[in-house]
């Protein structure tokens, strides 16, 4: 007998929820935020919101379901079974934050602000949840299926990410490495670290890098078999180079790097704390993922 689906409500802590944490009280959370020009009322209203629209959903999940929650900073010690549907409650990068921790299981994001959030990721809306819950659990179930890059060091390390992964320094510090997707090629280089992602990062941080720059590179869109990288602020020096600063990757290559710092980083989507630790010698890969995010349409 099989079991029952599982929605998995995935959500995060309100800005109001956080200033609470910091100040004790709705009152002392005012004070702090008038004395830098804003009112409590705007972000106390965004919060219930949001939990009122967590709430909808909840209630929407068919009786006969099972249910979970999870809060993003619980997300990485968080066991997600294939029979699952993950429906995101938030932002665009809530659904981000979640991606690297599935493996096929059909995903819904759910606006709690629409007109606020962009809505790439979050499509859909709370009224729509009742029919959106069956659909996702069919076989034949209508989902966009969005690239996904991995990050792979020779100690078998593992990294995920929806948007892009960042490799460099922790702090500020200057990164040290060889880069090249050909080794026998690779170019010696200080920067302040690597960024490779997606066609759906090609609608933040890349961009951004992307347009700074004036690149030529066309940028992939989400469900693209295609990656872009670029290089922060490479160094010239007589021992490091610039030559190799951007470029994109397609389904079966990589890009390579060398570590040639004491220690670097290599974390997805933003979450500094689930991370990749590089030390000096290590070679980490960066490409396409196998893995693709399966977005409810």
């Known amino acids: 007998m099989s079991l029952a689906p599982r929605a998995v409500l995935v959500h995060r802590t309100t800005e109001y929820e956080e200033l609470l944490a910091r100040h004790g009280t709705h009152g002392q959370a005012g004070f702090f ?22 709430a909808q959903v909840a209630a929407a999940v068919p009786l006969q379901w099972r249910q979970a929650r999870v809060e993003r900073r619980d997300l990485d010690r968080f066991l997600f079974a294939p029979e699952d549907v993950v429906v995101v409650v938030g932002a665009d990068g809530l659904v981000a934050n979640a991606a690297k921790y599935l493996s096929g299981q059909p995903v819904i994001g759910i606006d709690t602000d629409p007109g606020r959030n962009p809505g790439v ?3 859909h809306r709370v009224a729509d949840t009742a029919s959106l819950l069956p659909a996702a659990a069919s076989p034949r179930c209508a989902a966009e299926e969005l690239t996904m890059v991995e990050a ?10 929806l948007n892009e992964i960042y490799l460099g320094a922790s702090g500020h510090q200057t990164a040290r490495y060889r880069i090249g997707q050909d080794e026998e090629a690779a170019e010696a280089q200080a920067s302040s ?9 090609a609608t933040g941080w890349l961009r951004s890098l992307w347009q700074d720059r004036g690149s030529k590179l066309t940028l992939p869109g989400p469900a ?6 670029f290089v922060r602020e490479a160094w010239p020096s007589p021992a490091t180079g610039t030559s190799l600063v951007a470029g994109s990757l397609q389904r ?14 290599a974390f997805g989507d933003g979450i500094e ?20 995010l399966r977005l409810l349409l």
Do not use: K
């Open 224 to 229: 693209d078999p295609r990656l872009i990288w």
């Open 252 to 265: 079966d290559e990589q890009l390579s790097l060398v570590v040639e710092s004491d220690r670097l980083v």
């Open 273 to 292: 704390s689930d991370a990749l630790e590089l030390t000096w010698g290590q070679t980490v890969r960066l490409g396409i993922a196998d893995t693709t």
């Open 193 to 201: 670290g690597v960024l490779v992602g997606t066609g759906t990062g």
């Open 33 to 54: 935020l008038s004395s830098r020009g804003r009112g409590i009322e705007e972000v106390a209203e965004r919060h219930h919101r949001a939990r009122r629209t967590l």
């Open 152 to 161: 792979v060091a020779d100690d078998t390390q593992r990294l995920l990410a």
């Open 121 to 123: 990721l979050v499509r």
